[in-house]
């Protein structure tokens, strides 16, 4: 069941479950986990795996075994399936990943492995603690039929009638995984990619095996030809995207997966303004890095457009005054973009550069995982609806141990209180710790379908662009700077959005005097940062992310800080925690204001 909301229904969550819905959202729920369970008992994971064989033993000792019925007691797994993480996993998919040098993984190693089948993608995650990406095998549709992924693909790349679509997103593939019969004899290629673009692909059906035929073609309603989704360097990719947007008067859309990815593209066009309406004018792509091949696609779906030039130039490189973005585009109407959590921050700077008039969708908790919520409104950035008849999403009171009998099902849940999520995947998870945090809003007063907001992470690990830097990789960068500046007594982190190519940035406070050598600071944060991270590495190398900023806030600060939330808060100064990492705005500008000197080459 699919609930459309029009801006003029949307309703304030009920502030507790309603007695009329609880049998209906329960029996949603554990009709979705059946369905996973009848489908998902065959494959090897469900057969192998010893997280699951207690489960199994109690299948076979209640005389189940594999034959289920719809009246199969959703407490024998609530008791006897234990928390799960990737570290169960590690053992299954490295099936795939230890074929990688031959390139070559025998379709049995890959069959029913961790659900019926063979994968339509594996998609790679921003990294594990040890710096390196987790790999999660996707399947398509719900046993039931469902494809909550092509609800998301949908809202990314609305329809319209009046006007062009900039969809920012890539195609790429990390690799291409050929899987082989007896014989060694190529059976089916496998991408490896972001969970965004193999959904995408598996959405639209396009095979890595096609891509090359995509290249010379363009969607008449969208703004850019299939090429540019193919280039590799990232500043040259936006440079792109920009100028095949910029080009074109009619854009109504603009989409994204997150709100960084939107800012990058207003600020890429900010940065390079004469270089694209030079480009506009002659009607020439421009040369840049990581074109190679691609350029000649491109350049036969861009052509001289000497009169939308000089509408731009009228408009002008005009920031200061908001609006920038509809001046440049009248028809644009929409903006579409994950804008909870860290990107929430953004969100002021976006609103200045797009004006009042346009409207700002979410797209959904779009975790590698699974899609287990989506927007509860498209104008609401922050509420979620927990998706109904797809994977089976259980909660964990917070601060809770992680004991299978605490967890609480979607009719169990109590509005107002946060928890921690668990996911039982058509694609073969079970009670997977996917890390996050959300907080119970209320039910949905039409069905009872639990709203949420997103909170956190339950590491509070720094993820920006593809990388996730683990807590424990931030202090250490942190203690092998402090070798240089002198002991910093305390610090917390955070995204330095002062530059298009934006950075791990770092708030710290001295014990003592600044170390004669503590402009290298930034640079030993980013080779220790490098040599932990693989994500970070490649993102720093291909300009996703600058180079890490360090600014050091005067003696007291984050003492003043406890004092401050403290009166802030009503609450005792010793519960007062300076966080690691933060997305804290008001935070963040409360620390700007305190800010005695930057170190490194950006120093001012």
């Known amino acids: ?94 099936r795939f990943q230890e074929f990688i040098e031959p390139d070559g993984v025998p379709v049995s190693k890959a069959m029913n492995l961790f659900a019926p089948g063979l994968p339509a993608f594996i998609a790679h995650s921003s990294g594990t603690s040890g710096g390196l990406p987790k790999w999660f095998a996707k399947y398509g549709a719900h046993p039931n039929g469902n494809r909550t992924c092509c609800t998301v693909v949908e809202t990314v790349r609305p329809k319209t009638t009046d006007g062009t679509i900039c969809v920012i997103s890539s195609l790429l593939s990390k690799k291409v995984l050929t899987l082989t019969g007896a014989n060694g004899e190529p059976v089916i290629r496998i991408p490896v990619c972001t969970v965004s673009t193999g959904t995408t692909r598996a959405h639209t059906g396009r095979d890595v095996l096609s891509d090359s035929s995509l290249l010379s073609l363009k969607a008449p309603d969208v703004t850019s030809p299939f090429a540019v989704a193919f280039i590799p360097n990232f500043k040259t ?27 990058d593209f207003y600020r890429i066009m900010e940065e390079c303004w004469d270089l694209l309406i030079h480009s506009i004018e002659d009607g020439v792509i421009p040369d840049l890095e990581g074109l190679d091949d691609l350029k000649g696609h491109l350049q036969a779906n861009f052509s001289p457009n000497p009169q939308r030039a000089g509408e731009l130039r009228a408009v002008g490189r005009d920031t200061v005054s908001p609006g920038w973005l509809k001046r440049l585009w009248p028809n644009l109407r929409v903006i579409v973009a994950t804008t909870s959590g860290a990107y929430a921050t953004i969100i002021p700077e976006i609103r200045h550069y797009v004006g009042p008039d346009i409207e700002i969708h979410s797209m959904g908790i779009t975790s590698t995982e699974s899609y287990y919520a989506l927007p509860y409104h498209s104008l609401n950035g922050e509420l979620y609806r927990i998706s109904e008849a797809d ?80 807590e424990k990789d931030v202090i250490d960068a942190i203690g092998a700077a402090q070798t240089y500046t002198g002991p910093i007594v305390e610090f917390t982190a955070t995204a330095d959005f002062r530059k298009p190519d934006v950075g791990h940035g770092f708030f710290i406070e001295i014990q003592d005097d600044l170390g004669p050598d503590a402009c290298l600071a930034p640079e030993i944060i980013r080779a220790y940062l490098c040599t932990a991270n693989l994500n970070y590495f490649k993102d720093l190398e291909c300009g996703r992310v600058g180079p890490p900023t360090v600014r050091v806030v005067r003696k007291g600060t984050f003492m003043e800080y406890r004092a401050w939330k403290t009166r802030q808060m009503g609450t005792s100064f010793l519960q007062i925690k300076v966080p690691i990492v933060t997305w804290d705005k008001e935070f963040v500008a409360w620390l700007e204001e305190r800010v005695d000197s930057e170190l490194g080459a950006a120093s001012t």
């Open 1 to 94: 069941m699919t609930i459309e909301l029009s801006p003029s229904s949307l309703s304030v969550p009920d502030p507790v479950l309603l007695p009329e819905f609880v049998a209906s959202v329960k029996g949603r729920s554990l009709q979705s986990f059946l369905d996973i369970l009848k489908a998902n008992s065959i494959t090897t994971f469900f057969q192998e795996a010893p997280h699951l064989k207690a489960f199994r033993e109690a299948l076979v000792r209640e005389g189940t075994g594999t034959s289920l019925t719809d009246d199969f007691p959703y407490g024998l797994y609530r008791c006897e399936v234990p928390v799960m993480t990737y570290e169960e996993y590690r053992p299954f998919i490295l």
């Open 237 to 263: 990719f936006m440079i792109l995207s920009v100028l095949f947007a910029l080009a074109d008067r009619q854009l109504a859309h603009i989409s994204c997966v997150f709100a960084t990815v939107l800012r």
């Open 391 to 470: 994977d089976f999403v259980e909660f964990l009171p917070l601060g809770q141990d992680r004991e299978p009998s605490l967890l609480k099902g979607l009719w169990e849940v109590v509005a107002g209180e946060s928890y921690e999520v668990f996911l039982t995947t058509h694609d073969g998870l079970w009670r997977y710790a996917v890390g996050d945090i959300v907080t119970v809003v209320g039910f949905d007063p039409r069905d009872g379908q639990p709203v949420i907001r997103f909170a956190g992470r339950v590491s509070g690990d720094f993820r920006l662009q593809h990388t996730v830097i683990p």
